[in-house]
């Protein structure tokens, strides 16, 4: 039996990370995983349990009983607001929580038939660090900010620019902070700034480096 081909897809908040991996595994027929929604379920299932989510210790005992549910569906429009972001960002940082989700995502790549494709913060660094293709998709705070705040009104949630800047700042100094020891800037991955790119040259670029980097 083949590997499955891996494709690595990290960046920061909304730089289109997550758009992009969809479309690159439905056109390639690979599994896709969507990593940051494994922390925002595990958010979510902390707040809906009345757990602060800097409780580290109560986290982790919610967590260890949430491991069998990570394999089932569930409701992604839940998970969509700044509230479950944050609270998965927080969760983020404990290290138990990140080893029960470390095993779970590696045998999702080992386990797919053709190809897998895992977007999120590490992925190229500590999940998959034989990934045969990484990208890693960033653009300015304030593109992101600006895309956040368009996907809230569209979804008729009420938010200022401002607010969504802050938070997004917010949410990037935990995560550099956090994410350091992740990130290794020696990683051979190829960087895609979307910040005057639409979906589609962003896709198309990254499919080219799909197509010179398959096996
Ligand atoms: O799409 P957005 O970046 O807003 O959020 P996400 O990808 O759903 O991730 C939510 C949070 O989970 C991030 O802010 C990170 O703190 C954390 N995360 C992580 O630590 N490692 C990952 N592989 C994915 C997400």
């Given at each position: 039996?083949?590997?499955?081909?891996?494709?690595?897809?990290?960046?920061?908040?909304?730089?289109?990370?997550?758009?992009?991996?969809?479309?690159?595994?439905?056109?390639?027929?690979?599994?896709?995983?969507?990593t940051g929604?494994l922390y925002r379920?595990i958010a979510?299932?902390?707040?809906?349990?009345?757990?602060?989510p800097?409780?580290?210790?109560?986290?982790?005992?919610?967590?260890?009983?949430?491991?069998?549910?990570?394999?089932?569906?569930?409701?992604?429009?839940?998970?969509?607001?700044?509230?479950?972001g944050?609270a998965a960002s927080i969760v983020a940082q404990i290290p138990?929580i990140r080893?029960?989700l470390?095993?779970?995502?590696?045998?999702?790549?080992?386990?797919?038939?053709?190809?897998?494709?895992?977007?999120g913060r590490d992925?190229?660094?500590?999940?998959?660090?034989?990934?045969?293709?990484?990208?890693?998709?960033?653009?300015?705070?304030?593109?992101?900010?600006?895309?956040?705040?368009?996907?809230?009104?569209?979804?008729?949630?009420?938010?200022?620019?401002?607010?969504?800047?802050?938070?997004?700042?917010?949410r990037?100094?935990r995560d550099?902070?956090r994410l350091?020891?992740?990130?290794?800037?020696?990683?051979?991955?190829?960087?895609?700034?979307?910040?005057?790119?639409?979906?589609?040259?962003?896709?198309?670029?990254?499919?080219?480096?799909?197509?010179?980097?398959?096996?």
């Amino acid at each position: 039996m083949n590997k499955p081909f891996v494709i690595a897809i990290d960046g920061p908040a909304a730089s289109g990370k997550g758009s992009l991996a969809k479309r690159l595994a439905k056109e390639l027929e690979f599994d896709f995983l969507d990593t940051g929604a494994l922390y925002r379920r595990i958010a979510l299932h902390t707040l809906e349990s009345g757990i602060d989510p800097s409780n580290t210790e109560a986290v982790i005992e919610a967590a260890q009983n949430f491991g069998d549910e990570l394999a089932k569906d569930y409701d992604d429009s839940a998970l969509r607001n700044d509230g479950v972001g944050n609270a998965a960002s927080i969760v983020a940082q404990i290290p138990e929580i990140r080893q029960i989700l470390f095993n779970f995502q590696q045998n999702f790549a080992k386990n797919s038939e053709k190809g897998a494709v895992l977007d999120g913060r590490d992925i190229a660094t500590v999940i998959c660090p034989d990934a045969d293709l990484k990208l890693f998709i960033t653009a300015s705070t304030e593109k992101r900010a600006e895309r956040r705040h368009k996907e809230l009104q569209s979804r008729g949630l009420d938010a200022t620019y401002e607010a969504v800047l802050a938070e997004m700042q917010e949410r990037d100094e935990r995560d550099n902070v956090r994410l350091k020891d992740h990130m290794d800037p020696n990683v051979d991955n190829h960087t895609i700034d979307t910040s005057e790119m639409n979906p589609d040259d962003v896709f198309q670029r990254a499919l080219d480096f799909y197509k010179s980097s398959s096996r």
